[in-house]
Structures are given as structure tokens and as C-alpha cells.
């Protein structure tokens, strides 16, 4: 595993052309950020409602000031990032062991993200994309139900995570609807590639 600041590392070794087919997307960054931010609102609506359904005796109002009372919300949103893209990380192959794994932040963008510079199978690439929503998002909707003294912070990390999990979300409804079962997929810096099996 290493660290980079930047965009997702390009593979000087790889060559995008046939067999490999370029993955429909968008050519921008901000633009799949801006088409994935309602996936990540609808995901958050959804994990507050059910998860206040769960326990409607508990009512959790959430305020926000800003003071320096944030740094200790500041420090517990990075370290619920730092989880998350933990948890897509250790779902590739070799896991944080891998050279191939790559944790980065690319300030330019606000992206924080977990690269892998292999090919991948496409149930590998779905895996490591719902990881961290799945663990994260319905984890702390289970918590909330076995430790109601705490459903405020709970709902709060599962909410926030669902949020975060935008890009995810986007990513993971692209492959699946156009990358064919047992294919190879596999990232040149930001833009996806798969081939047939």
C-alpha cells in the first residue's frame, strides 16, 4: 500500500486499447460528482428514515455551530473517511499488503479514495464499491438498534457515510449495468476500462 496526493495514479504499463473498452462515464471529475450527489442525498434520506423508524421513541436533533467546538466533529468526520476508504482498500486483492493498493487525497478535487493499479474482476470492483456503505451505513443502523443510549451518533455515522458514499453509489450502478459478468476491469487513473472474460 502507498499514499499519493494527487488523482488516482496513471499505469505507465497499460494500454487502453482493445480488448480493453472504455466504461461509460463521465470525462470530468465534477461532473460525476455532481450526478452522484442525489444518489448519496436519496441514501442518506433513506438510512435517517429508516433508521428513526427503528427507534421512533428516540428523537435526535442534530445542531451544528461553527466554533472550535467543530475540531472534534472535524476529527471524527476524517476519521470515519479514513475508515472508509479502509474498508474499500482491504477488499482488494493482497489487501493493504498489495503494492497495487494506493489511499489518496486529491485536494483539487475534495476526493479522498482508495486506487487499486490491477486488473480486477467486476464482482471484486462491486465488492470494494458497496464495502464501505454496507459496513459503515447498515453496521451503524444495527448499533443504533442494540445501543439506544448512542442512536444520535449511530444515525449520524450511517447518515454521513451514506452521504460520502455518493461517488460510490454512481460507480458501482455503472458497472454493474454495463460491465458483463466475469469480466476484467481496471482503472487508468480516474477512467475505467473492462474487457470480456
Not at 477488499?91 to 482508495?114: C, E, K, M, N
Not at 464495502?131 to 447498515?138: E, N
Not at 438498534?145 to 460510490?168: C, E, H, Y
Request: proline share 9%; hydrophobic share 50%; glycine share 8%.
Amino acid at each position: 500500500m502507498r499514499w499519493h496526493i494527487g488523482p488516482p495514479p496513471e499505469d505507465d504499463g497499460f494500454d487502453p486499447g482493445p480488448p480493453w473498452r472504455r466504461l461509460r462515464e463521465p470525462r470530468r471529475i465534477a461532473i460525476s460528482i455532481a450526478l452522484s450527489l442525489p444518489l448519496g442525498l436519496l441514501a442518506g434520506l433513506a438510512f435517517l428514515m429508516l433508521g428513526t423508524a427503528l427507534a421512533p421513541q428516540e428523537r435526535t436533533v442534530f445542531v451544528v455551530s461553527f466554533s472550535a467546538r467543530m475540531l472534534p466533529f472535524v476529527a471524527y468526520v476524517l476519521a470515519l473517511v479514513t475508515v472508509h476508504e479502509f474498508l474499500h482498500a482491504v477488499t482488494f486483492p493482497g489487501s493493504l499488503r498489495s503494492p497495487h493498493v494506493v489511499l489518496g487525497i486529491w485536494p483539487r478535487a475534495l476526493v479522498f479514495y482508495a486506487h487499486y493499479s490491477g486488473e480486477l474482476s467486476r464482482e471484486r470492483v462491486l465488492l470494494a464499491l458497496i464495502c464501505p456503505f454496507t459496513v459503515i451505513s447498515l453496521g451503524s443502523l444495527l448499533l443504533s438498534v442494540i445501543d439506544p443510549a448512542r442512536q444520535g451518533l449511530w444515525l449520524l455515522t450511517g447518515t454521513f457515510n451514506a452521504l460520502a458514499s455518493s461517488m460510490d453509489l454512481f460507480g458501482f450502478l455503472l458497472v454493474a449495468a454495463q460491465v458483463p459478468r466475469r469480466a476484467r476491469v481496471r482503472n487508468q487513473g480516474y477512467v475505467t476500462y473492462w474487457k470480456p472474460a
